[in-house]
């Protein structure tokens, strides 16, 4: 697990674009009750869509962390800051005169938000639940990769499935195409910890995959460009 997290001021969030700010966000608390004044239209329809009060509330508080953490870069108020979507519905900011870079993944009651500067960024969070694991690999990873996880013993197999498929989310989220990106193609480390550099084989460009354990029972990843030297775990609860 990570044992390094920092806490930092407002006046600390500077943006470098050698550096990445990786924050851990417990959703783990009731909605505030402004967040009707903080989230966009958009966000508040998605919000109330989900059916379950839980997955309402994850949501809600993962919105309003990304929006608060942003602000404290950007300068500006959380519920001014405007949002656009690529085609496979990757946020950025509107009016970037910052080149500001994040990147957001929530799993259970931890979200993760990667920020940056000027370089694209991917992270993902996974926590581990009873999945057909071998038989979504088939469906998802290379060859390699499904031949390592067989030859794991069973009790290990969750760990390897959920820290590739980390890793694998996170590499696609930097890359901007999502699940449009045949994953298959390329192989990950099976087993944590690890920092490999990667190849994106469609695009050929070269990456730094960083995986990552910010809880017990959950695997974590960070994918940047191969020039980002530091990278800030920090705290926002």
């Known amino acids: 697990m990570l044992s390094s997290l920092q806490k930092i001021g407002r006046h600390d969030c500077a943006l470098m674009t050698e550096r990445i700010d990786v924050w851990l966000v417990s959703l783990n608390h009731p909605t505030p009750n402004h967040a009707n004044q903080i989230l966009a239209p958009d ?53 970037n005169r910052d080149l500001l870079e994040f990147n957001l993944s929530h799993s259970s009651e931890l979200a993760i938000l990667a920020i940056g500067q000027g370089l694209p960024l991917g992270v993902d969070v996974e926590f581990f639940s009873a999945r057909p694991y071998l038989g979504m690999a088939k469906q998802l990873f290379s060859p390699s990769e499904i031949q390592a996880l067989h ?83 920090l705290n926002a609860t």
């Open 151 to 233: 030859q794991l013993a069973t009790h290990l197999q969750p760990l390897a499935f959920f820290h590739m498929w980390a890793q694998k989310e996170a590499f696609i989220k930097a890359v901007g195409l999502g699940l449009s990106y045949p994953t298959q193609q390329f192989s990950v480390p099976c087993l944590p910890p690890s920092t490999e550099t990667l190849s994106d084989p469609i695009h050929h460009t070269t990456w730094t995959l960083r995986s990552f354990t910010p809880q017990l029972g959950c695997a974590a990843a960070l994918c940047h460009h191969p020039s980002v030297k530091t990278i800030r775990f």
């Open 43 to 95: 966000e508040q329809t998605r919000w109330r869509q989900f059916y379950f009060e839980k997955h309402q509330r994850r949501f809600a508080n993962a919105r309003l962390q990304l929006r608060e953490i942003l602000s404290h870069y950007l300068g500006v108020s959380a519920a001014t800051i405007e949002f656009n979507y690529n085609k496979q519905g990757k946020p950025f900011l509107k009016n």
